[in-house]
């Protein structure tokens, strides 16, 4: 039998509001949410679509389909409304397609939370790879290659990647070569590229050379892409999906489309037309959007630069709103204080110093490892005042509450002992 839980990040800010709630101070880093407010154009068009009432077609609506194929076409994929779809958010897509897909999942070690359920919900194997010393989001190509095969030797049937781009949860980016070598596995093994691309828009550099699967691999890959992250739109459910232009890829958008009539039938008409309007990408709401990028990656930095003075290991962040610290070279400090693997540590940082973490054991990490998921995009503020003063400031991290939570983590990274409370 199954043991279902709600999802350890959903859980995790259900605890963190219930503690808050009774009085005590918690630097939430435990939830990736994009705590910014909502562009006001993005307001007026859910106004504008409050009195769309009637279902339609499943996949969207044609103004909503042209829109989101407009938006890959200007990212180097040329796409046609026949090969999208819209969902009131990208998980929802995420599961259809581990339902209409057949085979097992490889998926990276870690990944997000979400991953590894939904297909093992979907009667799937879920088969582990390491990701490159250099990013995460990716498998390590060779041990992609190595998985697969040994995976088939006992008897499973490896079918589908899932790769994301910037990765959640560790903030990095992969290269264009590691993406080619990637594909190249998957050509070489019959595999589907799943490329969750929900954060690219949220790539700190604006030079970063991103290249997506789909420009490499274009018959074998679909991208998931989304609202939640990028215009922070988490709670308004606002996904998409690219499939390829073939007619396998065609038939998948079909069946993809079949479990949308049966599971959530459309996209809400009010957010088709928020989804329109944010899809062709109007100049001020881009340029909301970039500013937005550039603030996750000064908040991102600055954490990492914590993590690393307090001795930890991290790879620099590159895109998203993520830091995953690795605090292996401090294991025998924080076995003195009780901490031997990711759980205690992560109920560490939060009873003794009121920082919030998620370990790294709920990606799929090694349960030993002294690693975990600080989400920094919490740090902007819990009202729409704090989060404009930091959206404005040319450095946020000297904004007064922006710079008190940064002292309260940097206290928490260092493990003092003469500051538990």
């Known amino acids: 039998m199954v043991i279902r839980k709600i999802s350890p990040n959903l859980a995790l800010d259900h605890q963190v509001s219930l503690r808050r709630a009774a009085g005590e101070p918690i630097v939430h880093l435990g939830f990736g949410e994009a705590r910014l407010p909502v562009f006001p154009g993005l307001v007026e068009r859910l106004a504008a679509g409050a009195g769309r009432n009637s279902y339609g077609p499943v996949p969207g609506h044609p103004g909503v389909l042209r829109a989101v194929a407009g938006y890959f076409a200007r990212r180097a994929l040329p796409t046609t409304e026949e090969q999208v779809i819209v969902a009131p958010g990208s998980k929802a897509l995420l599961m259809a397609l581990q339902l209409v897909v057949p085979g097992d ?46 995976a088939r030797a006992e008897g499973a049937n490896p079918r589908i990647v899932v790769l994301t781009a910037p990765d959640n949860p560790t903030g990095t980016t992969a290269t264009p070569d590691l993406v080619r070598r990637i594909c190249a596995v998957a050509e070489e093994e019959d595999l589907l590229l799943v490329s969750d691309e929900i954060y690219r828009d949220l790539v ?31 709670g308004w459910r606002i ?137 920094t995009s919490v740090l902007y503020g819990d009202t729409p005042e704090l989060q404009h003063a930091a959206m404005a400031a040319e450095d946020p991290t000297t904004v007064p509450h922006v710079a008190e939570a940064l002292a309260a983590i940097e206290l928490a990274f260092t493990f003092s002992k003469a500051a538990v409370r």
């Open 204 to 234: 700190h550099d604006p030079d970063f050379e991103y290249l997506s699967p789909a420009e490499v691999a274009p018959s074998r890959t679909v991208v998931v892409t989304g609202l939640s992250k990028s215009l922070a739109l988490g």
């Open 239 to 375: 996904g998409a999906a690219r499939f390829p232009a073939d007619e396998a890829g065609l038939r998948m958008r079909a069946d993809v489309a079949s479990v949308a009539s049966e599971i959530w039938s459309t996209l809400a008409g009010p957010m088709q037309e928020v989804a329109e309007y944010a899809f062709d990408e109007p100049a001020e709401l881009v340029a909301r959007r970039d500013a937005d990028a550039r603030l996750h990656g000064a908040l991102a930095r600055a954490v990492q630069d914590l993590v690393v003075k307090a001795g930890a290991l991290s790879r620099p962040p590159t895109g998203g709103f993520y830091v995953y610290p690795d605090f292996e070279p401090l294991r025998e400090q924080l076995a003195h204080q009780g901490v031997v693997d990711g759980e205690s540590l992560q109920e560490h940082l939060v009873t003794h110093y009121g920082v919030a973490v998620l370990a790294g054991v709920h990606f799929g990490d090694d349960p030993r490892a002294l690693r975990f998921r600080a989400a």
């Open 105 to 150: 999942v490889l998926l990276t070690e870690p990944c997000w939370v979400t991953y590894a359920p939904q297909a093992l919900e979907a009667g799937k194997r879920v088969i582990g790879v390491p990701v490159p010393a250099e990013c995460g989001g990716v498998p390590d190509p060779d041990a992609l290659r190595e998985a697969v095969r040994a």
